[in-house]
């Protein structure tokens, strides 16, 4: 066997043991009722500031939470624990992504029947995290204005695992000259009937209209 091939079956052994960890996280937050939402985009599309501004609304009528992985420092922890709500870090070190694994040793004591939400902020990276169940029930993948309309298409992977995409910075649309035409048309060639968001964390522009999305009832899961 060379290494190439060794190499693969490697991958394909890690990624199938992740996918039964992520099983029995599904099947655990399903038991508690617990609405897991995770969030994956590229490094600074303002994942942390529109988490920190749904934590902030949610906890006024809900029992919220966040994990939020990142490869070093626990900053974003601690501006999200800004919304009251429990956050706790995971911090990755030198993995580029989160992995099932890493939110079960997160979650250890925390007792999931008394939450009602938990989202998981990915580490930023649109390549690997798309290859990682995680056991969440709805993932957001989010770009921003100022990354340009094609991001869909250089990712288009990752745009397929997720349920809905997020079109953050609104409020710099018109700044930057956001075609928001072409966005759409982007993430609609990669993924055919894929919902789309368009929000401001910083106005609160759009919030409550996806906030209404997440509070209705579940809808029934393909997967
Ligand atoms: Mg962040
Ligand atoms: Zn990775």
Redesign the pocket.
């Known amino acids: 066997m060379n290494t190439q091939t060794r190499l693969v079956e490697v991958r394909q052994k890690v990624l199938k043991q992740n996918d039964v960890v992520a099983r029995a996280l599904r099947q655990r937050f399903n038991d508690a009722g617990v609405r897991v939402i995770s969030l994956v985009s590229s490094p600074g599309s303002g994942k942390t500031m529109f988490l920190e501004r749904v934590l902030t609304l949610l906890a006024k009528r809900h029992r919220v939470a966040a994990l939020v992985g990142d490869l070093a420092t626990d900053n974003d922890a601690q501006r999200l624990a800004r919304s009251g709500a429990p956050v706790r870090q995971i911090v990755t070190g030198t993995?580029?992504?989160l992995e099932a694994q890493m939110v079960q040793d997160a979650l250890e004591g925390w007792d999931l029947d008394s939450l009602d939400y938990l989202f998981i902020e990915n580490v930023g990276?649109l390549v690997?995290p798309a290859s990682y169940d995680l056991g969440e029930a709805h993932r957001l993948v989010l770009f921003s204005v100022t990354e340009g309309e094609d991001k869909p298409l250089k990712y288009p992977t990752i745009f397929n695992t997720a349920d809905v995409a997020v079109i953050t910075k609104m409020d710099l649309a018109a700044a930057v000259g956001f075609d928001r035409a072409a966005a759409h048309a982007n993430i609609l060639a990669v993924r055919p009937g894929m919902q789309i968001f368009e929000l401001s964390a910083k106005t609160g522009e759009g919030l409550e209209e996806w906030l209404q999305t997440i509070e209705s009832p579940q809808p029934v899961s393909a997967g």
Do not use: G, L, R, T
Request: hydrophobic share 20%; aromatic share 0%.
């Open positions: 993995v580029c992504h990276n690997c």
